[in-house]
């Protein structure tokens, strides 16, 4: 019954040609046009962008204006939001599967994430005493195109900024439907604007003005960099940039582990969403004297996978999300393939772009010098006794994003998580899908700054500081929570 009710609200936008463009709170000039095509099918234009120009930033940025409605009224605003989020499911599943290669599972998860970043962060803001900083950036991927989006953005507003969001370039349609969402629920058009171009031109403009008041950011470990960099030089001490950024995610599977269940942890942690997760899986460890026929049942679940179009409920795999991704996988695994290293692949597709899920054999996480944002799993070997050096070359990693142990020795998982320095450490589960609300999410080190996403610090981060009171000298007028001299 589920599945003809999916099948009903996505029919109208089988075909649809989605147009989209800026929204802003003043004339738009527009830039060039982009036209966007389904990664799993390059014969399907899904629809088109008028990019934001320059002077569109100029335009944006002097019309935002920090949402004055109470924290009452915006939080009623953000739950109506998420109403009709639910109730547009069919256009956001259509949107998402065309537009980014989402599975119906992943599309699922998708909305329901985005849902739960609403109410959530809709409640924190009326636990806040602080007001607004003022204006926003976002900029945001398209692996979550409308979750992370809509979290970002939501995180912001229940604090009561202004946002101007920069969604990420293979995704803007997505972006669109949900801000016009956003104005119907009852967002003013001063307080969320929408700025679709390019990150080199949109996003370094936004994060280097000095109007902008923070920067929240979701994207490779290379950019949150560079927008730290662009916030340095107006040296504003007090604007955050509250980043997530990239992983090299390890789990560690020993002999006592349930071969059954890790095999399928593994595969959904590696393989789902193509392996376009910041939290997905890139290096197992497998105990040495459980690996031959561990990795046999590993490789007959990967021959399981069904790889194809986005769009068919039968598909467990979709595209990656461009023509460069996949040359860049297809050469990645090439040259593993080159040196002997590659232990499984499973064919793809050849229209589209597909990759199809591989396994390359490492000797350790230090191995792996970059992250590679597909379907790659990196498997390497390890001794009971080499224990504790394993969770050490995962901390030399520099990256702390998410982490997965496999045992059933109550001992170990103490003796595991003691030493690692991760954001979030999953035992005897999958290492993806973290919940809004229950598992907070985010990294250490290399992969982001925290607060974590979906947690009680999330919202707080987004409003002012608020100065102990010892900090008050007589003679100096405080408005809320801000002091003058
Ligand atoms: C990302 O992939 O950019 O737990 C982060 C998860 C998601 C990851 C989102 N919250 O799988």
């Known amino acids: 019954?589920?599945?003809?009710?999916?099948?009903?609200?996505?029919?109208?936008?089988?075909?649809?040609?989605?147009?989209?463009?800026?929204?802003?709170?003043?004339?738009?000039?527009?830039?060039?046009?982009?036209?966007?095509?389904?990664?799993?099918?390059?014969?399907?234009?899904?629809?088109?962008?008028?990019?934001?120009?320059?002077?569109?930033?100029?335009?944006?940025?002097?019309?935002?204006?920090?949402?004055?409605?109470?924290?009452?009224?915006?939080?009623?605003?953000?739950?109506?939001?998420?109403?009709l989020y639910e109730e547009n499911f069919g256009e956001i599943f259509a949107?998402?599967?065309?537009?980014?290669?989402?599975?119906?599972?992943?599309?699922?998860?998708?909305?329901?994430e985005a849902v739960d970043f609403l109410r959530y962060y809709a409640a924190r803001g009326k636990d806040l005493s602080a007001g607004p900083r003022g204006i926003f950036t976002c900029i945001s991927p398209w692996n979550f195109p409308l979750a992370i989006f809509t979290g970002q953005i939501a995180a912001a507003l229940a604090a009561g900024n202004a946002v101007l969001a920069?969604?990420?370039?293979?995704?803007?349609?997505?972006?669109?439907?949900?801000?016009?969402?956003?104005?119907?629920?009852?967002?003013?058009?001063?307080?969320?604007?929408?700025?679709?171009?390019?990150?080199?031109?949109?996003?370094?403009?936004?994060?280097?003005?000095?109007?902008?008041?923070?920067?929240?950011?979701?994207?490779?470990?290379?950019?949150?960099?560079?927008?730290?960099?662009?916030?340095?030089?107006?040296?504003?001490?007090?604007?955050?940039?509250?980043?997530?950024?990239g992983g090299l995610n390890a789990m560690i599977v020993d002999s006592t582990a349930l071969p059954e269940q890790a095999v399928r942890d593994i595969v959904a942690s590696a393989?789902?969403?193509?392996?376009?997760?910041?939290?997905?899986?890139?290096?197992?460890?497998?105990?040495?004297?459980?690996?031959?026929r561990f990795l046999a049942m590993l490789y007959g679940a990967m021959d399981e996978l069904r790889l194809g179009d986005p769009w068919h409920h039968s598909t467990d795999v979709g595209p990656v999300i461009d023509a460069r991704a996949q040359a860049d996988f297809a050469a990645y695994i090439e040259a593993a393939r080159a040196e002997g290293r590659v232990l499984k692949r499973l064919d793809a597709p050849e229209q589209g772009h597909f990759i199809g899920p591989a396994a390359i054999r490492v000797d350790g996480i230090g191995d792996l010098t970059r992250e590679v944002f597909g379907p790659v799993l990196h498997i390497a070997t390890f001794r009971a006794e080499d224990l504790d050096a394993v969770v050490d070359a995962v901390n030399a990693s520099g990256y702390g994003l998410t982490f997965g142990l496999h045992t059933r020795i109550d001992g170990r998982v103490e003796q595991v998580t003691s030493r690692l320095r991760v954001g979030n450490a999953y035992v005897n589960r999958n290492q993806i899908g973290a919940v809004v609300g229950s598992q907070p999410f985010g990294g250490e080190g290399l992969s982001g700054t925290g607060p974590k996403a979906g947690g009680p610090h999330y919202v707080p981060r987004f409003a002012r500081t608020e100065l102990p009171a010892h900090e008050i000298v007589p003679g100096q007028v405080v408005d809320k929570g801000r002091v003058q001299a």
């Open 166 to 245: 920069k969604p990420a370039e293979a995704t803007m349609l997505t972006a669109h439907v949900a801000v016009r969402l956003m104005h119907r629920a009852g967002v003013p058009r001063d307080a969320i604007q929408l700025l679709p171009g390019h990150g080199r031109d949109v996003g370094a403009a936004l994060a280097a003005d000095r109007r902008v008041n923070g920067v929240c950011f979701t994207g490779s470990t290379d950019t949150a960099q560079a927008i730290n960099r662009a916030m340095a030089r107006h040296m504003a001490a007090d604007a955050p940039l509250i980043a997530e950024t």
């Open 95 to 112: 949107v998402v599967a065309r537009e980014a290669g989402k599975t119906p599972a992943d599309a699922v998860a998708e909305l329901r």
């Open 271 to 292: 393989f789902q969403s193509a392996g376009q997760r910041c939290s997905a899986l890139r290096c197992l460890y497998v105990q040495h004297d459980i690996a031959p």
């Open 1 to 83: 019954r589920d599945l003809a009710r999916i099948e009903d609200a996505r029919a109208p936008f089988a075909q649809a040609r989605w147009q989209a463009g800026p929204l802003l709170a003043g004339d738009v000039a527009g830039g060039a046009m982009h036209q966007v095509i389904n990664p799993a099918r390059p014969d399907d234009v899904v629809g088109q962008v008028t990019l934001a120009s320059g002077g569109d930033v100029d335009t944006a940025l002097a019309a935002a204006r920090p949402w004055g409605a109470d924290a009452a009224n915006r939080a009623d605003v953000l739950n109506r939001l998420a109403d």
